[in-house]
T-cell receptor, first 111, second 115 residues
Framework: GQQLNQSPQSMFIQEGEDVSMNCTSSSIFNTWLWYKQDPGEGPVLLIALYKAGELTSNGRLTAQFGITRKDSFLNISASIPSDVGIYFCAGRTAGTYKYIFGTGTRLKVLA | GAGVSQSPSNKVTEKGKDVELRCDPISGHTALYWYRQSLGQGLEFLIYFQGNSAPDKSGLPSDRFSAERTGGSVSTLTIQRTQQEDSAVYLC?????????????FGPGTRLLVL
């Protein structure tokens, strides 16, 4: 099925470093959701975005709804070992209920 | 409050057998989704329920797959005559509309292994 382009696919970072990842779409979205999935668990919602340009924080996490409405960014500041996992973006166009999911960014934090 | 729950958490079955996977959405959520996640892959949409409307079954991979949602709450995903390629994590999500938009919450998933 259709998927978003999410990058990077994986990254190794040192504890304490900041992390950035993004998703791009060929379609204009009216909703962006960011999830984290730990091994053996379901995705957990981190941040929801509903307006172009919107910038929302959740602790050390900050996500932005791109102005073009075709992209979104997630930043993690001062990473810690428990940030390890797979981060997914999901987007949806106006008037639809189907979410399209990114391919995931696998984050590994080196202590 | 309680989140989305799914059962069983793990299921091992033999090829050709039928399986039923259950999802209990968050109370009050009118929309319910089923997804499939293969190892190391993203989420594949299977089916969507919204209130009393006819479900969107466009993502079901074959006629061996079916789903029901009784009373607008609990949902069951049934896979008949399972095949090895059906092995995956089956995730259920429910959603509601509040404030600026709709937000979707996932259950822990059912890990299905077809031998």
């Amino acid at each position: 099925g259709q998927q978003l382009n999410q990058s990077p696919q994986s990254m190794f970072i040192q504890e304490g470093e900041d992390v950035s990842m993004n998703c791009t779409s060929s379609s204009i979205f009216n909703t962006w959701l960011w999830y984290k999935q730990d091994p053996g668990e379901g995705p957990v919602l981190l941040i929801a975005l509903y307006k172009a340009g919107e910038l929302t924080s959740n602790g050390r996490l900050t996500a932005q709804f791109g102005i073009t409405r075709k992209d979104s960014f997630l930043n993690i500041s001062a990473s810690i070992p428990s940030d390890v996992g797979i981060y997914f973006c999901a987007g949806r166009t106006a008037g639809t209920y189907k979410y399209i999911f990114g391919t995931g960014t696998r984050l590994k934090v080196l202590a | 409050g309680a989140g989305v729950s799914q059962s069983p958490s793990n299921k091992v079955t033999e090829k050709g057998k039928d399986v039923e996977l259950r999802c209990d959405p968050i109370s009050g959520h009118t929309a319910l989704y089923w997804y499939r996640q293969s190892l190391g892959q993203g989420l594949e949409f299977l089916i969507y329920f919204q209130g009393n409307s006819a479900p969107d079954k466009s993502g079901l991979p074959s006629d061996r797959f079916s789903a029901e949602r009784t009373g607008g709450s609990v949902s069951t995903l049934t896979i008949q005559r399972t095949q090895q390629e059906d092995s995956a994590v089956y995730l259920c999500a429910s959603s509601y509309y509040a404030g600026g938009g709709e937000t979707q919450y996932f259950g822990p998933g059912t890990r299905l292994l077809v031998l």
